[in-house]
């Protein structure tokens, strides 16, 4: 019985044989579970869409797990897809693993149950819809969309489909950030005031990188990796992982690190369905998110965005001032203390009377490797993810409405109930982009 056994597969057959299922010596062993091997019906079998570096790492989580079987990845170019199955097919001590150029391929077998989304952020919004259309539990790195629009539509479209789908942002399963909303949700801040998210320069580029020669299709399906975003020549440094910066290919330095800050804060102040309801600064010079985000270009001294939700509580999105805590590093400030965490795992509280709170924390804010597990139980029981799709989606608008009030360079006012600003015509066009032909869902 093959490895890729899957659990609708299982199902299917013992349909079909009826009672010649009930003999035992046919089957091997792991069927039934012995040896501690998992049984067919409760092996969830995974497919990869568009899995690179921080892709690999992500499936190298999911592979530790003997409760998985990756069996396909299709990607757009060839290497990526030839790595991928040379990773799995080591890890398996098989040459199993089916490789292919178009996500459908991935997408039309009745015998994945799941998909791993790790394209660039262009694609994630439409990728995950498609799979959810297609019957598939998804697991989709961050940024989860590059609209306030695309943000609701992923939101709706796996409400629509009732699939599963967990966002990439797995410091909501990593413990020094879990210990912080703690301290938020239980009081122990006294009544909280303020949230801070740690973002990088916000601002985007519009200019193109110099035409090159396409290669050919098979080695990297050009058309297709630009997707939904509008046409530009060919160059092979996007395609390198250098696409970020580039304002029809990435939401920049708010959406980066906001996706996962923004939604630590989000979920720290109890926000998880809604947004803020204003957007402004004290100025309005913003530096441009750069590849590498150690570089700013033109930037001021400290990038610094607010928010303020409905019920008062003040969303501060800055790029300076933190502690050395770590990277995407996040701050909550109640009347009677605040703490502050980021990805070294380390915690600072005040006043001292928080420090018998805090415990001893053993992963970095990098590692998925517990939010992987988190989706994976999911899948099994259908409840909520803990970066499901609603709440990931409003993470996302918080994060593009500021990137909007930032460029545009004036205070804003939104609405989360309609996701729209108040007599901002301009901003509202921003809310939205078309999609590129024939891209549709």
């Known amino acids: 019985m093959s490895q890729a056994f899957s659990r609708r597969s299982f199902i299917k057959s013992m349909a079909a044989a009826g ?34 570096n921080r ?27 030839e790595r991928v199955k040379a990773m799995v097919d080591k890890h398996y001590g098989n040459t199993d693993c089916v490789i292919y150029r178009e996500m459908y391929d991935v997408l039309d077998r009745d015998d994945i149950d799941a998909v791993l989304i790790t394209t660039g952020d262009r694609w994630h919004t439409l990728a995950s819809i498609l799979a959810a259309k297609a019957g ?24 629509r489909y009732g699939r599963v789908y967990q966002a990439g942002t797995q410091r909501r399963s990593i413990e020094n950030f879990q210990i912080a909303a703690h301290l938020a949700h239980s009081g122990k801040l006294g009544e909280l005031k303020e949230v801070h998210a740690n973002i990088l320069a916000p601002l985007t580029r519009n200019s193109w990188l ?3 020669p396409e290669p050919p299709t098979e080695v990297c399906d050009w058309n297709r990796w630009l997707g939904p975003c509008p046409w530009r020549p060919y160059n092979s440094a996007y395609v390198n992982s250098k696409w970020r910066g580039f304002t ?30 204003e957007f402004w600064a004290d100025n309005y010079k913003f530096g441009i998110y750069h590849s590498d985000w150690r ?12 928010g303020r939700y409905a019920n008062g509580i003040k969303l501060v999105m800055r790029d300076g001032g933190w502690q050395g805590l770590g990277t995407c590093s996040v701050k909550y400030v109640g009347t009677e203390g605040w703490v502050e965490t980021g990805d070294s795992g380390a915690i600072r509280v005040a006043p001292d009377s928080l420090r018998s709170e805090l415990s001893v924390v053993t992963m970095a804010g990098t590692d998925p490797i517990t939010h992987v597990r988190n989706f994976l139980d999911c899948v099994k029981s259908r409840k909520l993810t803990r970066a499901n799709a609603l709440a990931a989606a409003q993470t996302h608008v918080a994060a593009h409405a500021a990137y909007i009030m930032a460029t545009l360079g004036r205070p804003l006012k939104f609405d989360p109930n309609t996701d729209s600003f108040k007599n901002d015509a301009e901003a509202d066009k921003m809310c939205s982009r078309a999609w590129r032909e024939p891209w549709h869902v």
């Open 136 to 159: 598939k539990d998804i697991y989709c790195e961050k940024p989860c969309s590059m609209t306030i629009e695309e943000s609701r539509m992923l939101a709706d479209g796996i409400a």
């Open 55 to 81: 892709g690999s790492y992500v499936l190298s989580r999911f592979l530790l797990n003997s409760d998985v079987q990756m069996v396909a990845d299709a990607d757009l170019q060839r290497s990526r897809r």
């Open 248 to 277: 029809d290919f990435h939401g920049g330095g708010v959406l980066e690190w906001g996706s996962h800050t923004i939604d630590l804060c989000q979920y720290a102040a109890g926000a998880d369905d809604t947004a803020p309801v």
């Open 19 to 52: 009672a010649a299922v009930a003999v035992p010596q046919l089957l091997p062993g792991r069927v039934f579970g012995k040896d501690g091997a998992v049984v067919p019906s409760e092996r969830i079998t995974l497919g990869g869409i568009g899995v690179g």
């Open 210 to 212: 110099p035409a090159e």
């Open 295 to 306: 570089t700013t270009m033109a930037a001021p001294k400290t990038n610094v965005i607010y």
